[in-house]
């Protein structure tokens, strides 16, 4: 849902920090993709590389944090755990 501008026929932008590979998460998806009538656009990072992106300023994955996520596993405060971070200062202070 970037950009706030949601179509019936919009792609729909997965997050995932764990250990998977994006193979995996590919071979998996076509079904999903199927079932909802909409792409899926994965992307798929460890701990340690989200923790990493994260501490250098990563553009994508700070409008993640600042944006509206509907969580299929975990919630907000796993996220900033990951992270490293609290995530509703974090949105504060980048408002």
């Known amino acids: 849902m970037a950009r706030q501008e949601e179509k019936a026929e919009s792609d729909i932008d997965l997050l995932i920090v764990g250990k ?21 656009n994965p992307t798929v990072y460890s701990v340690a590389e989200f923790k990493t992106r994260l501490g250098s300023g990563n553009h994508f994955l ?11 596993i ?3 405060n796993e996220l900033g755990k990951v992270g490293g971070i609290r995530l509703a200062q974090s949105r504060t202070n980048q408002s």
């Not at 995996?24 to 079932?35: C, K, T």
């Not at 600042?66 to 969580?71: A, C, D, L, M, T």
């Open 62 to 72: 700070n409008s993640v944090l600042r944006g509206e996520k509907v969580f299929l």
């Open 20 to 40: 998977v590979t994006l193979e995996d998460v590919l071979a998996r998806l076509g079904d999903v993709e199927s079932s909802l009538g909409r792409a899926l």
């Open 74 to 76: 975990g919630d907000e």
